[in-house]
């Protein structure tokens, strides 16, 4: 229980940061579609997609490597962090300087042909933040929560208030005919979204230049290190590309398939039209997405707090009982989450105050489904990290690409951002049995698949029947208590499974 407690403490420390931090970021997201268009938006989720992609692809699974051989070196502990700096920072360094050279050719291929400067800003954002990741994993690896925490803040808080002070201040000074020298110094109206890309190129700056004390060579430039951590990191690599395809393709996706739609089925629409529509599309699909990364943000503040925390205790006896453990009370705490945004959807979708976007919220459900297979899985994959048998995870996540690609290909032209979500479901649903299959045979964990069960059908069962019988016409006030009943049923239910010895006759 120590051991569980200080996964819990940690991740309270780490969640403080990726959680709150990313809610404010989060609020943006309303700040976004007030003052842009659904086209407009649909620019930020595109390129937003593709620096997910890019942050992973330049990271190459050295993070996961550098909690993996720290732990099994510990007297090269010095060596192995500044030889992964190192390597880090010169493939990043490389990949600016080419995105950069060929930035006109690139912003072409995306149809962007006037504004190549997304391409270089977004090169700068993804190798800085891709260099960052490794200090900041270092942190984590010495438990230096608070510190990591409070880097993280600095960089949300700078580029929210960056965001204010072009997109409020000074658009507002500017449209009211009274500019002063800082918006006449610092404000452009037609660089338009670009604001958004420029203070987030801002803030990941300065979380580099904060980040530099921690970025020592002490141990000295040794290849044979490199050599050795990439055969582990590089199935790694493709495990974290697959996340992120399978996470934010379906939006380059959207566009691209459905401008194809539009120009053959609609007559004489426009190229312009087709693709003003596409990204319209696109952007309602992302703006609803948001709704569903309350879940994402729980998961990823266990995954800052688990990794680490894993690879020191795998050591200990009980590991595999500690594994077991988290698992159970980490479904308990997802169902939750899924019940409370869909069961108040109806006031979630606030958060999205322009109604254009409303006609989206249908797939919220199906997102937050899939989020809880992604959990499940970032769960159970745990075993082929600490087995060494990295191989098996990259296989995994290859099979979640296939269905991705497969479904979206298939469905997008007929069925849009729907068959994107249902994409999304399938591709985690699938990775989390296999994942789970293969760990029981490579690295068996005694989980409580019968509770695991239990609380999952429970879950959906409850959010069944608010949607079928709902006893009340509208948003009323009995529908508030009526849902409340349920989500209150859920907890008595969590309560009674995990307490089962509790003696109701001692009362």
């Excluded at 510990?74 to 390597?87: A, D, H, M, Q, V």
């Excluded at 698992?327 to 108040?344: A, C, G, K, Q, R």
Aim: charged letters at 15%.
């Amino acid at each position: 229980m120590s051991a569980l407690k200080k996964l819990i403490g940690q991740t309270a420390i780490y969640g403080s940061s990726s959680i709150i931090g990313r809610f404010l970021n989060y609020l943006l997201t309303p700040f976004y579609v007030h003052i842009y268009s659904n086209e407009q938006y649909g620019i930020i989720t595109e390129m937003y997609a593709y620096v997910a992609f890019l942050v992973v692809f330049l990271t190459y699974g050295m993070e996961t490597a550098l909690f993996r051989f720290s732990t099994n070196k510990p007297n090269e502990r010095k060596s192995i962090y500044s030889n992964t700096l190192f390597s880090i920072t010169a493939t990043s360094s490389v990949f600016i300087l080419i995105a950069s050279l060929f930035s006109n050719d690139i912003a072409i291929l995306l149809k962007y042909p006037d504004h190549a400067e997304y391409i270089i800003w977004f090169s700068l954002i993804v190798g800085i933040d891709a260099i960052s990741a490794i200090p900041l994993a270092n942190l984590r690896l010495k438990e230096k929560a608070k510190k990591f925490a409070l880097i993280n803040f600095l960089n949300v808080g700078i580029n929210i208030g960056l965001n204010l002070f072009f997109l409020v201040y000074c658009k507002q000074m500017y449209e009211g005919g009274n500019p002063n020298w800082i918006v006449n110094q610092f404000y452009e109206p037609q660089v338009g979204v670009g604001y958004v890309f420029i203070s987030n190129l801002i803030a990941s700056l300065v979380k580099f230049i904060v980040l530099i004390p921690e970025m020592n060579f002490q141990g000295g430039f040794d290849f044979s290190i490199i050599r050795e951590m990439l055969k582990y990191a590089y199935p790694m690599l493709l495990v974290g590309l697959a996340y992120v395809v399978n996470e934010t393709l379906d939006r380059a996706m959207l566009k691209e398939l459905l401008y194809r739609q539009y120009l053959n089925e609609i007559p004489e629409i426009t190229s312009s039209q087709a693709l003003i529509k596409a990204q319209s599309a696109n952007g309602i699909y992302g703006a609803n997405y948001k709704i569903t990364m309350i879940i994402s943000m729980f998961i990823q503040a266990f995954r800052y707090a688990s990794e680490p925390f894993f690879f020191r205790d795998q050591s200990n006896e009980k590991s595999k009982e500690t594994l077991s453990k988290v698992m159970n009370y980490f479904v308990i705490t997802l169902v939750f989450i899924f019940l409370v945004i869909t069961l108040y959807l109806h006031l979630f979708k606030y958060f999205i105050p322009n109604e254009s976007y409303w006609i989206g919220l249908k797939v919220v459900p199906i997102l937050l489904a899939a989020n809880i297979c992604l959990g499940l899985y970032t769960n159970v994959s745990m075993w082929y990290k600490l087995a060494d048998k990295t191989i098996y995870g990259a296989l995994i996540s290859f099979i979640g690409v296939i269905i991705t690609l497969s479904i979206n290909l298939l469905f997008i032209p007929k069925y849009g951002y729907v068959a994107s979500a249902y994409a999304t479901l399938i591709c985690y649903g699938s990775m989390m049995i296999i994942g789970y299959v293969l760990g029981q045979i490579y690295y068996p964990i005694p989980y409580s698949i019968k509770k695991i069960c239990i609380y999952i059908c429970v879950g959906f069962g409850l959010y069944y029947v608010s949607e079928k019988f709902n006893p009340s016409v509208g948003y009323d006030l009995f529908t508030y208590l009526y849902h409340g009943l349920l989500l209150l049923i859920y907890l008595v239910i969590v309560l009674i499974m995990e307490r089962p010895k509790f003696n109701f006759k001692s009362m």
